[in-house]
């Protein structure tokens, strides 16, 4: 009888231990998930602000281009209309109309870069939203402390069961 008891308290003790030491792992588990998926996030993060970086530069390179090639037709028209015999309203309007257009073209790349910028906090929300839900998925499906203590529960008090089962079987020794 002895025996039978050892055997079942032993169960009792081995299914108590493997369900909470399971749990643990579980959260040990879901611990180093959400901290692999902050740190791949942590590196999109580096990614997306150079990805911003390198937009505003080239679009600063792009704009001092086109400066610069304003600046050049400028000087050429200058040239073109110290030579001839347009002069006055004619020239003025001519070199207004190259300022005109050079504003025009700068304000067009600027309206681009900050349509790329905000495309890219986008992006950017996107993935942050994305990197959330990963890691509330994976608390969703690790259990609790009280959920590992209530299932383990439910798996010793069976074997619990067995044992005064088994222990009603055996027929008392006469004293």
């Known amino acids: 009888m002895a025996g039978t008891a050892a055997f079942f308290a032993a169960a009792a003790a081995v299914q108590a231990a493997s369900g909470l030491l399971g749990g643990m792992g579980a959260r040990r588990a879901l611990k180093d998930t959400a901290r692999a998926i902050q740190d791949s996030h942590a590196l999109t993060s580096t990614d997306f602000v150079e990805r911003g970086r390198e937009i505003n530069d080239q679009v600063q390179d792009r ?3 086109r400066a610069l090639e304003a600046m050049a037709e400028r000087g050429r028209l200058t040239a073109v209309l110290s030579d001839s015999l ?4 004619t020239s003025s309007r001519l070199l207004r109309d190259v300022d005109f257009r050079s504003g025009t073209d700068r304000a ?3 309206h681009n ?3 790329a910028i905000r495309q890219l906090s986008r992006e950017y929300q996107q993935v942050t939203l994305q990197a959330r ?3 509330n998925e994976a608390r969703n499906n690790t259990p609790s402390m009280l959920e590992s203590i209530l299932g383990t529960a439910g798996r010793v008090l069976p074997t619990m069961g067995d044992y005064y089962t088994a ?3 055996i027929p008392a020794k006469a004293g």
């Open 63 to 65: 704009v001092g281009q």
């Open 86 to 89: 347009l002069a006055g309203n």
């Open 133 to 135: 839900s990963r890691i």
């Open 167 to 169: 222990k009603a079987r």
């Open 113 to 115: 870069r900050k349509g």
């Open 108 to 110: 067009v790349m600027e």
